[in-house]
């Protein structure tokens, strides 16, 4: 039919919906559309590739969006991965290890059992990184500054990494240090 995604989401805008769900921005003329929408009153959600909530930004930036676009309509980016839980039927206490701020907490494995086909896990949580915007982390973007800094600013106004969400789920006892370690990355 001729329709590119670009060209659909454009149609939707002019449906004047309250919310619109863009499923992922691949490239500037689609972030384009989503920015603009969300200037114009817009509630938009998206999804976009990166490892933390801040390199949203500069991956919003490599593609050619304007930073003054990027600081006037993003309300927060919040990143997310889901971690393995230890099965419950199987859960058994592996001692104590130190938390990153030097306390010992309590950790736990599965042994694995037929109801996790004995892999000591059953189920998935999520760990979440969440970067509300605020004036400092404005004025960064419109500076053209990095993740590094937007990280930075971002973590001096109460942002907790994906690794520091994970080890609240590890002292929670729903997974394993190995497990948040697998799938975050820090700088």
Same mark, same amino acid.
């Given at each position: 039919?001729? *329709? $590119?995604?670009?060209?659909?989401?454009? /149609?939707?805008?002019?449906?004047?919906?309250?919310?619109?769900? @863009?499923?992922?921005? +691949?490239?500037?003329? $689609?972030?384009?559309?989503?920015?603009?929408?969300?200037?114009?009153? /817009? #509630?938009?959600? !998206?999804?976009? /590739?990166?490892?933390?909530?801040?390199?949203?930004?500069?991956?919003?930036?490599?593609?050619?969006?304007?930073?003054?676009?990027? !600081? !006037?309509?993003?309300?927060?980016?919040?990143?997310?991965?889901?971690?393995? @839980?230890?099965?419950?039927?199987?859960? *058994?206490?592996?001692?104590?290890?130190? !938390?990153?701020?030097?306390?010992?907490?309590?950790?736990?494995?599965?042994?694995?059992?037929? +109801?996790? #086909? #004995?892999?000591?896990?059953?189920?998935?949580?999520?760990?979440?990184?969440?970067?509300?915007?605020?004036?400092?982390?404005?004025?960064?973007?419109?500076?053209?500054?990095?993740?590094?800094?937007?990280?930075?600013?971002? +973590?001096? /106004?109460?942002?907790?990494?994906?690794?520091?969400?994970?080890?609240?789920?590890?002292?929670?006892?729903?997974?394993?240090?190995?497990? @948040?370690?697998?799938?975050?990355?820090?700088?």
């Amino acid at each position: 039919i001729g *329709l $590119t995604f670009a060209a659909g989401l454009r /149609h939707i805008v002019r449906q004047d919906p309250d919310v619109i769900m @863009v499923g992922e921005i +691949r490239d500037r003329e $689609t972030a384009d559309i989503a920015i603009r929408a969300a200037l114009t009153g /817009h #509630f938009v959600y !998206s999804t976009l /590739h990166t490892n933390d909530a801040p390199s949203a930004i500069t991956r919003l930036t490599d593609m050619g969006v304007e930073n003054y676009l990027i !600081s !006037s309509s993003l309300v927060a980016v919040m990143a997310q991965r889901l971690v393995r @839980v230890i099965c419950p039927a199987c859960r *058994l206490p592996d001692g104590a290890r130190l !938390s990153p701020e030097g306390d010992e907490i309590p950790v736990w494995r599965g042994a694995g059992c037929e +109801r996790c #086909f #004995f892999t000591g896990y059953a189920g998935r949580v999520g760990i979440f990184e969440l970067m509300e915007m605020n004036d400092e982390i404005r004025k960064l973007i419109m500076a053209g500054a990095d993740a590094v800094e937007i990280t930075r600013a971002a +973590r001096r /106004h109460g942002m907790r990494s994906l690794r520091e969400d994970g080890w609240m789920k590890v002292r929670q006892g729903l997974t394993t240090a190995e497990e @948040v370690l697998r799938v975050t990355q820090e700088f």
